[in-house]
């Protein structure tokens, strides 16, 4: 199975900041990495799928990169209403495996 | 809106069964792979399985290989998680998703039921 390794597990950050999360899978996956945001009690949203594909909907402060087995999800300028979990996960091969996920939470 | 809502979950005691359900709509059902994601009480999400557009392919993760079956009835727009001999470590909420893909490159789940809870417990 292909593992995915986030990082931080949680990270505490102001409205306006600049957020990088990272994910590391144990093999190459190319750019089969989907990111989600999830709130509490609430289903998981998908953010961005191959990668660097924003879903139609989100806004554009979202932004995903890399290949291989490192990738980026970075918030330009954190809003109020991204404070939530947010997980990664390939899809390049069964089983399909979610990161750790990373918590954000307000300074 | 696109829409799935799951039912069927409750609690069960261990060795148990459930039939979870998931009903699309507005959505054509058929063009879609499908899947179902766990996640367990104060957990991380745990893909479990998918199903291809009629029902000829169908995935497992391997701690519920042989107890859990995908399925799907195109005619009611409907998914299901059969799920048998029920262990505690099956406790979670259970989502039913809409894979987006293209031929056979999965992209991720884009749309996504708001859950239904499957308690295992005496």
């Known amino acids: 199975d292909i593992q995915m390794t986030q990082s931080p597990s949680s990270l505490s950050a102001s409205v306006g900041d600049r957020v990088t999360i990272t994910c590391r899978a144990s093999?190459?996956?190319?750019?089969?990495l989907n990111w989600y945001q999830q709130k509490p009690g609430k289903a998981p949203k998908l953010l961005i799928f191959a990668a660097s594909s924003l879903q139609s909907g989100v806004p554009s402060r979202f932004s995903g990169s890399g290949s291989g087995t490192d990738f980026t999800l970075t918030i330009s300028s954190l809003q109020p209403e991204d404070f939530a979990t947010y997980y990664c996960?390939?899809?390049?091969?069964?089983?399909?495996?979610f990161g750790q996920g990373t918590k954000v939470e307000i300074k | 809106e696109v829409q799935l809502v799951e039912s069927g979950g409750g609690l069960v005691q261990p060795g148990g069964s459930l039939r979870l359900s998931c009903a699309a709509s507005?959505?054509?059902?058929?063009?879609?792979?499908m899947s179902w994601v766990r996640q367990a009480p104060g957990k991380g999400l745990e893909w479990v399985a998918n199903?291809?557009?009629?029902?000829?392919?169908?995935y497992y993760m391997d701690s519920v290989k042989g107890r859990f079956t995908i399925s799907r009835d195109n005619a009611k727009n409907s998914l299901y998680l059969q799920i048998n001999s029920l262990r505690g470590e099956d406790t979670a909420v259970y989502y039913c998703a809409r894979a987006r893909t293209s031929g056979r490159d999965y992209f991720g789940m884009d749309v996504w039921g708001q859950g239904t809870t499957v308690t295992v417990s005496s």
């Open positions: 199903i291809n557009q009629d029902g000829s392919e169908k």
């Open positions: 507005r959505f054509t059902f058929t063009s879609y792979w």
């Open positions: 093999q190459s996956i190319s750019s089969y």
């Open positions: 996960q390939q899809s390049y091969s069964i089983p399909q495996t």
